[in-house]
């Protein structure tokens, strides 16, 4: 089974400390992904990673940045959080894929990370 | 107009009701379809996948495409207690770059007992 690991279940900061968000997976896929999940808002893509020290920005980049060293780890870093970061962050990864095949469009997620910014 | 808009309910039932969920598209380029579902406090989890048009049943679920009317629904036979969570569409073209997925905001269902 694909496993996706968040370091934190739960997490309480202060605004404008720096936040470090970790995820693994276990199944040596190359794309990773980071989003949020607010009420009303749905899953929003802030970046993702097609390949080590590769990184796209998503729809809503701003304030945070991303880093990917190892094929396995996608963290997620909060320059110096504010409130309006308080959200749920999931972690995903999917197989890029040698063919055309379906696999590869399917992502798996993390449990969740829920961040508390005060 | 956002590209795949989903109601978000929420939705209550009756155990052993059929239920009904949907989305809706605006770019015909979409051919990969997924449904996932998601229990409070936890991560979205892959239930259903088909490709381009058609059915695709997996025990009480049924997957079904229209890609005519830019339309998928996602069918629940037998409801049950367990079923309670949130169920997230999502799809993507054949070609799109960086292969993100496009999701719906999610519909809350509530089956109660």
């Known amino acids: 089974d694909v496993k996706v690991t968040q370091s934190s279940r739960y997490l309480v900061k202060r605004t404008g400390e720096k936040v470090f968000l970790e995820c693994v997976q276990d199944?040596?896929?190359?794309?990773m992904f980071w989003y949020r999940q607010d009420p009303g808002l749905g899953l929003r893509l802030i970046y993702f990673?097609?390949?080590?020290?590769?990184?796209e920005k998503g729809d809503i980049p701003e304030g945070y940045s991303v880093s990917r060293e190892k094929k396995e780890r996608f963290s997620l870093i909060l320059e110096s959080a504010s409130t309006n970061q308080t959200s749920m962050y999931l972690c995903?990864?999917?197989?890029?894929?040698?063919?055309?095949?379906?696999?590869?469009?399917?992502?798996?997620f993390g449990a969740g990370t829920r961040l508390s910014v005060l | 107009q956002k590209e795949v808009e989903q109601d978000p309910g929420p939705l209550s039932v009756p155990e052993g009701a059929i239920v009904s969920l949907n989305c809706t598209y605006s770019?015909?380029?979409?051919?990969?379809f997924m449904w996932y579902r998601q229990y409070s406090r936890k991560g979205p989890e892959l239930l259903m996948y088909?490709?381009?048009?058609g059915n695709k049943e997996d025990g009480r679920f049924t997957a079904q495409v229209d890609k005519s009317s830019k339309y998928i629904s996602l069918f629940i036979r037998d409801s049950q207690p367990s079923d309670s969570a949130t169920y997230l569409c999502?799809?993507?073209?054949?070609?799109?770059?960086?292969?993100?997925?496009?999701f719906g905001k999610g519909t809350t269902l509530s089956v109660s007992s």
């Open positions: 199944m040596d896929h190359e794309n």
């Open positions: 995903a990864s999917s197989s890029r894929g040698t063919s055309l095949g379906l696999a590869k469009n399917i992502q798996y």
């Open positions: 990673s097609y390949d080590v020290k590769m990184k």
């Open positions: 999502a799809m993507r073209t054949f070609n799109q770059a960086g292969t993100a997925l496009i």
């Open positions: 770019n015909s380029a979409f051919q990969y």
């Open positions: 088909t490709y381009s048009s």
